[in-house]
């Protein structure tokens, strides 16, 4: 084997595992999901008319009052 030959070869291996690791990535697995009708009554309120659900607002975060060990090293 000469060493351009073995280049070639690596090369090809490390394009086809980013190909691999890139398509392994995208989408969801399973079935799609058919269009909505757009006919239909909506059937929950947390879903748009996009069909994405939308979720729930978080509370805001609030700090603690009491300080922490290592505030003054920040």
Known sequence: MT???GVK???AFGVAL?????L???????????PP???APPQDASVSKTGIHRRPKNP????P???FVLDPLL
Do not use: E, W
């Open 65 to 67: 009052n009491q300080p």
């Open 24 to 34: 392994a990535g995208c989408g969801r697995r399973g079935a799609l999901l058919p």
């Open 9 to 11: 070869i690596l090369a």
């Open 37 to 39: 009708d757009p006919n």
């Open 3 to 5: 060493r351009s030959r």
């Open 60 to 63: 805001p975060i609030v700090p």
């Open 18 to 22: 980013m190909l691999s690791s890139t």
